[in-house]
């Protein structure tokens, strides 16, 4: 189970915002509720009033909500055929996996058709799952420390030489470090999946001295504006919030990762229509998925709704047309359906060392 997304994660299990008089309050699903599982705290709650409530209002529906998303716990539901979550919030990696494991519904050919005609990536669009955000891993650097220059390249991020100091990185393997190593290494990115994970390994090596490690949001903005780990693999949205709180951080869009989190319902869901119902409400309007970008500072699934996001947000996202041209590209969630077990498992005695 990941144990934090972009906005640090406040448990709201059991929670039910009734949103009409109709339908049935207790546990599971009834005819008139829906269930929302994703990663908690402030950014589920964006996510909600955004794109869940105005959806719900329309039809009558109770939202039920539940945090955070629990890979085993779904995979446990489905076995046992009594699922009680509904749309969840998944890493694409696990997407992949438990859709081919039969763990997750199919989705629809008409979602998956109105995903790519309104705007949606085609490489974000999965048989089991369609995007709900996205996001870029930054170098993200303490703008006190580099006052002047600061590193552009994920290259000028490994030298230690010209910018001194420690170097943040998520303690995950999806979390961008080794493409990270790899560009520095030299590796285009064209060329950058499958990855070299002994050539990652060796450039992590070189600065192994100068690493240190987070495992939440609030880690990692800490140490960055404290100076402990002045440059940081950062995730932009915590960033751009930081910095609208008065610390003194900023993001590096030149190279950035582009990531992102898609929705999926667990196999056997008593109300799956209602759960496509709302996907294809979500796909159709572009101005509740920049409501989200506003509220949550994640890019909006579709480009078609950067339009509507306020001008401020729109230049931190990944979708911005000028962060976009600088992204060193997609995260291969393909790749890492494959390979995150045993990349974990090594990622884990490397750490030990």
Not at 38 to 54: C, E, I, L, N, R
Not at 59 to 82: C, F, R
Not at 162 to 182: D, I, Q, S
Not at 230 to 240: D, H, K, N
Request: with cysteine; proline share 5%.
């Amino acid at each position: 189970m990941k144990t934090t997304k972009l906005l640090a994660i406040a448990s709201v299990a059991g929670l039910a915002v009734t949103l009409s008089s109709c339908g049935g309050s207790g546990s599971g699903a009834s005819e008139s509720s829906l269930t929302v599982t994703m990663w908690g705290g402030a950014a589920q709650k964006a996510h909600v009033d955004s794109y869940f409530t105005p959806w719900a209002k329309t039809k009558g529906v109770t939202i039920k909500q539940d945090s955070p998303t629990d890979y085993a716990k779904i995979k446990a539901q489905v076995e046992a055929g009594k699922v009680t979550s509904g749309p969840t919030e998944v890493e694409p990696n696990f997407a992949n996996t438990a859709c081919e494991a039969g763990l997750l519904e199919k989705l629809p050919q008409d979602i998956l058709d109105k995903a790519k005609a309104t705007g949606v990536a085609e490489d974000q669009i999965g048989p089991c799952a369609i995007p709900i955000l996205q996001y870029s891993f930054t170098i993200a650097y303490n703008s006190k420390t580099f006052s002047g220059a600061h590193p552009t390249t994920w290259a000028e991020f490994f030298d230690t030489k010209r910018f001194p100091g420690k170097r943040g990185f998520w303690k995950y393997a999806t979390g961008g470090m080794f493409e990270a190593a790899l560009l520095a290494d030299g590796v285009t990115p064209d060329q950058l999946y499958p990855l070299d994970i002994d050539r990652a390994f060796k450039k992590l090596d070189s600065i192994k001295s100068d690493i240190v490690f987070f495992d939440t949001g609030d880690q990692m903005t800490q140490m960055l504006a404290s100076g402990e780990a002045p440059l940081v693999q950062a995730w932009s949205g915590r960033i751009f919030q930081a910095q609208q709180e008065g610390e003194k951080v900023a993001n590096e869009w030149n190279d950035n990762l582009v990531s992102y989190d898609q929705i999926v319902v667990p196999k056997g869901y008593p109300n799956k229509d209602l759960a496509f119902d709302w996907m294809r409400w979500f796909l159709d309007n572009p101005k509740a998925q920049a409501a989200d970008a506003d509220a949550s500072i994640y890019g909006p699934a579709s480009d078609k709704a950067l339009e509507f996001v306020s001008e401020n947000v729109r230049k931190e996202l990944p979708g911005f047309p000028a962060n976009a041209e600088r992204s060193a590209g997609l995260v291969d969630y393909g790749y890492w359906a494959e390979n995150y077990d045993s990349v974990t498992e090594r990622l884990n005695a490397w750490i030990a060392q």
